[in-house]
Structure formats: structure tokens, C-alpha cells
């Protein structure tokens, strides 16, 4: 099994960005998919991508294509998503999870004026 | 992109009643499927993957059948603290996708 803790809560402004870690302890790391998952007040469960670090290739949904980054570093075992042009409609949220299903803690993002 | 349907919406049940709970995939996911608790203001709760596989410290009234593309999770005699919401996870490939949850109430 594999610990997740993930970075502390945000507020920010609409346009700006946001970029959330995600940092994994025990198990391996670099050959397990890191998944990004967000929820909004009162909705279900979005993922928006995902990484495999050993191959660096992430693939993002189409929903937020142009506007979401996904990396992660091996060396320190840390996962990041960076998420661009903020909206109002990006207060949610934001879950790590492995592709074995440990889920980080979750990293609440206010986007607000 | 796998279409996950989850029914029915609602649930009112009574403490000792069993709970059944039903999640539909537009295409096969082999057994990849996960159901999760969540209760407000608390992350998912993993309950079972693999389909029917429960995870470490989930009672054993709480279980999971089915494969390709019906599932069900059972709740065989339903306690005051199972309320929440229920989520299906279809995790057989990107994208993953969610059901649009089940909110069981206690009756």
C-alpha cells in the first residue's frame, strides 16, 4: 500500500494557477500510474489525468486539454498537477490516487475575486 | 470513454435491510471496477476493487459482484452509519470514469 499526502489548501484568483503535489511513501513509484481526480461542491468524482513516471508520457482528459500538467519526479517520489487559467467553476477538490487506488488526502482549491 | 450508469439514484433503507445497489459500464471493464463510500465532507472511502475484492477493514455486510459490464454492490443488513454516497470506478484504462453515485439514505 502506498501513503499519499498531498499539499495544503489554495485560494486563488481567477486566471491564475495552481499547482498541487502529491507525494507517495512506500510501494513503488515510478512504475505505478499517479491519477488526478477532482470533485466539486455537491458533484461527483472527475478525473482529469494521469502519469506513469517511469515514462513521463501523461495523458490528460479531453476536458481540460491545454490548461492541465501533470508531472512527477522519481527522485523525490512527488507527483504534481499544475492546472492554468482558473475559473470560479475550479473550486473543487483535488485527489491523487495510484492506479492501485490509495487516494491522497485531498487538496481543497478556492478560486475566488 | 466508458460510460458508467449507476441506479437508482436514491436509496431509502432500513436499519437490517439489505441494500443493492447497481452500476452499468457502456463497455466491458473486465472486473476493473471499484465502488467507494463518501460521506460529506470526507474523501472516497475505497469499499471493494477488483469487482468483488473487499478492502482490508470494510465490514463484511458490504459486497461486490459482477464482471464485464454489470455490477452490484450489496449492503446485506444495512447499519445507521452507512449512509452516504456510492460511487462505481471503472480503472480498466484512461480515462478513468465515475458513476454519478448512489445516496443511500437511512429510513
Known amino acids: 500500500q502506498v501513503l499519499l499526502v498531498q499539499s495544503g489548501a489554495e485560494v486563488k484568483t481567477p486566471g491564475s494557477s495552481v499547482k498541487v503535489s502529491c507525494k507517495a511513501s512506500?510501494?513503488?513509484?515510478?512504475?505505478?500510474?499517479i491519477n488526478w481526480v477532482r470533485q466539486a461542491p455537491g458533484q461527483g468524482l472527475e478525473w482529469m489525468g494521469g502519469?506513469?513516471?517511469?515514462?513521463?508520457?501523461?495523458y490528460y482528459a479531453q476536458t481540460f486539454q491545454g490548461r492541465i500538467t501533470i508531472t512527477a519526479d522519481a527522485s523525490t517520489r512527488t507527483a504534481y498537477m499544475n492546472l492554468m487559467r482558473l475559473r470560479y467553476e475550479d473550486t473543487a477538490v483535488y485527489y491523487c490516487?495510484?492506479?492501485?487506488?490509495?487516494w491522497g488526502q485531498g487538496t481543497q482549491v478556492t478560486v475566488s475575486s | 470513454e466508458t460510460m458508467m450508469t449507476q441506479s437508482p439514484a436514491t436509496l431509502s433503507v432500513s436499519p437490517g435491510e439489505r441494500a443493492t445497489l447497481s452500476c452499468r459500464a457502456s463497455q466491458s471493464v473486465s472486473s476493473n471496477l471499484a465502488w467507494y463510500q463518501q460521506k460529506p465532507g470526507q474523501a472516497p472511502r475505497l469499499l471493494i476493487s477488483g469487482a468483488s475484492t473487499t478492502t482490508t477493514g470494510i465490514p463484511a455486510r458490504f459486497s461486490g459482484s459482477g464482471s464485464g459490464t454489470e455490477f452490484t454492490l450489496t449492503i446485506s443488513s444495512l447499519q445507521s452509519e452507512d449512509f452516504g454516497v456510492y460511487y462505481c470506478q471503472q480503472y480498466n484504462k484512461w480515462p478513468w470514469t465515475f458513476g454519478q453515485g448512489t445516496k443511500v439514505e437511512i429510513k
Open positions: 512506500g510501494g513503488s513509484f515510478s512504475t505505478y500510474a
Open positions: 502519469i506513469i513516471p517511469v515514462f513521463d508520457s501523461p
Open positions: 490516487a495510484t492506479e492501485a487506488l490509495d
